[in-house]
């Protein structure tokens, strides 16, 4: 049984699963749209060696027994821009999870995504 994803902030460090159920990896923090204070990415910890964060949509995500899962497949997410698991998210970068994903960035006022 699974239940709409809220108080999202919760689950950090909780699997992260695609649509079909696969693990991606564990989610390490969130990154919120300033303008509308919602849970926009869900940075995830992948790699055995070598681990980096990408980035996964949570639009529709819902959550289960210890895990969180997210509306697109594995590949799509380990394909996303990334950055080192100590890394900050660039403003170039923030504009290329949301290319990555087809979704709109307007790219003329503050940034975008905020971690918490």
Not at 15 to 29: A, F, H, L, Q, T
Not at 36 to 58: I, R, S, W
Not at 79 to 91: I, N, W
Request: hydrophobic residues 40%; proline residues 4%.
């Amino acid at each position: 049984m699974s239940f709409p994803a809220e108080n999202i902030r919760l689950w950090a460090g909780k699997d992260v699963v695609d649509s079909k159920g696969d693990k991606i990896g564990s989610m390490e923090s969130i990154y919120y749209d300033t303008g509308a204070d919602e849970a926009t990415f869900a940075a995830v910890q992948v790699g055995l060696v070598g681990k980096h964060l990408v980035f996964a949509p949570l639009h529709g995500a819902v959550v289960g027994p210890g895990y969180v899962k997210v509306q697109v497949d594995k590949k799509m997410v380990r394909d996303s821009p990334s950055l080192g698991v100590d890394g900050e998210l660039t403003r170039d970068q923030e504009a290329a999870v949301f290319a990555h994903y087809g979704l709109p960035y307007d790219s003329s006022g503050e940034r975008r995504l905020g971690r918490r």
